[in-house]
C-alpha cells in the first residue's frame, strides 16, 4: 500500500536532520496517532507522519509534519524559540505537491511578535538571499491572506512543477542553514528554557487559528483528529521522548 504514496519531498525531513545537527536536538514525546497514522479508504493509501525535538536547554522548539496520499505530498516545518523570541526567530517551510506541480512553496524566517533588533538583524542577513531567491521562484499573485500579514520582504511563497524541485530544496537549504549557522546556534548559549513567552504563545495561536493544512486534515482524518494534531503542532514544546 504504501508503495503507492506519492513521494516528492522525503528530502525535507533529511535536509532538517542534518542542518540541525549543530544544536543537539532530543526528540520530544509525541502521541503515537501522530507519529504515524496509515490506513487506506477504496484502494486509495493515506498517511501522516510527524516529530517534535527541542534543545537540552529548552530554548528551541521544531516541529516536522508529513502528509502523503497517492496524489498529494504535502511537508511542513517549523522552528520556535520558548523565552527569547528577541534573540531567536521562527523559521517557517510549507510545500504542497499535487501531482506534478508543486501549488504552494513558502520559506519564511520572521520574529514571533514585534522585536525591531531582530527584525533588523535578519533584514542584514536575509535581505540578499530572499533577493537571489525570489529571482528564481517569484511569489505567486494569490498568495493568502495569513501570508501576506506575517511575510517578510524575504519570504518565498511560490509554485512550480516538481521538476524544478531540486531549486525548492537548495533555497530551503540555505534559508535553513543561515538560520542555524547565524541565529539559532550562537545564541543558544545565551536563552534559558522554559514556557513560551507571551509573544510566541500569541504567534503560535494565530498560526493554528489560520492553519492552511485544517482543511485536508479535516477532510482526510475527521474534524476530532485534525484539531487535535494541529493543537500539538502549534503548541508548546512537549517532554522528551523515548
Known sequence: M???LRDILGWTFHDAEEILQPLQLHPEAVPDDFVQKTFEIHGNPYQLRSAGWTDERGTLNVKYCRMQTRKVDIAMLMVYPTTRPDLLPVFGAEWVVVGDRCSMAGVDVHPAGHHPGLDRELTEVFGTIGARWQAEL???PDSPEWFREIAKPW???SS????RVEVLREAYREYLRASVDLFFRPRQP????GADAESV???KQNQFDHSPGRGILRTTFG???AEAFLRWYYGPPSGPGC
Open 190 to 193: 545565551d536563552c534559558e528554557g
Open 155 to 157: 519570504a518565498i511563497f
Open 138 to 140: 517569484p511569489t505567486a
Open 223 to 225: 474534524a476530532e483528529y
Open 160 to 163: 512550480c512543477t516538481v521538476n
Open 2 to 4: 504504501l508503495s503507492n
Open 201 to 203: 504563545v500569541r504567534y
